[in-house]
């Protein structure tokens, strides 16, 4: 897995962004886009002032005003007088009271004013606290523009995976050691919900696998945050609805302890054994073209896949996942990264048939 941020890093940065960012309940009438000196448009209106846009909230305008995303950014770029006008004709013509979230002179985000407000540092406050008393190793953590993650192990719980037929000491590359692993995540500007799932880890490639379908999920949908019916108002978090993430988060802990009792790990274990003995009966070449096209991955991460997947010798079904999760490693986007390391227990979790349509010689 990709390695982000130090600990500290990590921790230091939640508190930063704690601190800065502001939240705000507005009448869209209230708003104004502007073209900006240095190109784009910028808002204005709320108490921050004159505010840069993010790519996120950018596409958030675009959608909830209606305004087609590809020929939003051509104006932006070529015609920013344009789309101020666009932009502000609508937030007129049809008001509603959104909820702004800004941060270092930008708006990050525009939502919906039910957006529940979940704090990635209250998240990572409560659930760090079940990393440590299940005896769990921060292995990563990283903010990214739009999701906080947090990935762990537990070196206490672990399996050998042999390939069929293979001795134990015969080979550099006849077993992987497999260790339980866990995900825990939040976004803060409506680019997912707040989740955990439990993982593996290869300790040998440090590869991580995360199971898709066995996840834990809350939505950021809560009831409307209030505010002047024609103004902008600042929106503070009260102590009710304070009180209610807590026991929000204190019950994503105990999921995630229920979670992480080794029965599921056991179960994906199994699984794995089983993909060693699922040959690439075809060739390998057309098998990575096939999971490249049902899990759209670009072409640098298709050649990627075969790259890693030619230099581990492994053609089977494990494979070609421990190829993705290798791939994974070679991507710039921590976010991007994190997508192929769920696609890599995708590829064990494939239905019989899906995968000998990709392992097949046609």
């Not at 004709?89 to 529940?116: C, M, Q």
């Not at 299940?134 to 953590?141: N, V």
Request: glycine fraction near 8%; proline fraction near 3%; charge should be negative.
């Amino acid at each position: 897995m990709k390695t982000g941020m130090t600990i500290e890093d990590f921790a230091s940065e939640l508190q930063r962004q704690r601190e800065a960012k502001q939240d705000y309940i507005a009448d869209t009438r209230n708003l104004e886009f502007r073209p900006s000196d240095e190109g784009g448009v910028r808002l204005h209106g709320l108490p921050d002032g004159d505010l840069g846009v993010r790519p996120t909230a950018h596409g958030q305008f675009a959608n909830r005003l209606g305004v087609p995303k590809k020929y939003y950014d051509r104006m932006n770029t070529d015609a920013p007088d344009l789309l101020a006008e666009n932009l502000n004709h609508w937030l007129k013509k049809e008001p509603a009271k959104r909820l702004i979230r800004t941060i270092d002179g930008n708006v990050r985000a525009f939502l919906s004013d039910r957006y529940r407000t979940l704090d990635n540092a209250e998240y990572a406050e409560s659930i760090l606290p079940v990393v440590t008393e299940l005896g769990a190793t921060i292995e990563s953590a990283q903010i990214t523009e739009s999701k906080m993650f947090i990935k762990v192990t537990q070196p206490g719980m672990e399996e050998i995976l042999m390939r069929p037929g293979a001795e134990m000491g015969v080979g550099h590359d006849t077993f992987d050691r497999v260790i339980a692993a866990a995900i825990f995540g939040n976004s803060e500007i409506g680019m997912g919900t707040i989740f955990f799932n439990p993982a593996a880890h290869t300790n040998g490639c440090t590869n991580l696998a995360v199971i898709r379908d066995v996840a834990v999920r809350r939505t950021h949908l809560g009831s409307s945050l209030g505010g002047d019916d024609d103004g902008v108002t600042r929106y503070l978090t009260d102590d009710t609805r304070r009180k209610s993430d807590s026991a929000l988060f204190a019950q994503m802990g105990d999921l995630a302890r229920a979670s992480l009792d080794g029965r599921i790990f056991k179960e994906f274990v199994d699984n794995l054994r089983l993909a060693r003995g699922e040959e690439i009966e075809g060739n390998p070449v057309t098998a990575v073209e096939k999971i490249s096209k049902h899990f759209q991955l670009t072409e640098d991460e298709q050649g990627s896949v075969l790259e890693h997947l030619v230099k581990g010798g492994d053609l089977t079904q494990y494979g070609l996942h421990s190829a993705v999760t290798r791939a994974a490693h070679d991507v710039e986007s921590y976010d991007r990264s994190t997508e192929m390391e769920y696609m890599g227990a995708d590829i064990i979790s494939l239905p019989k048939g899906d995968w000998k349509t990709v392992a097949s010689v046609n």
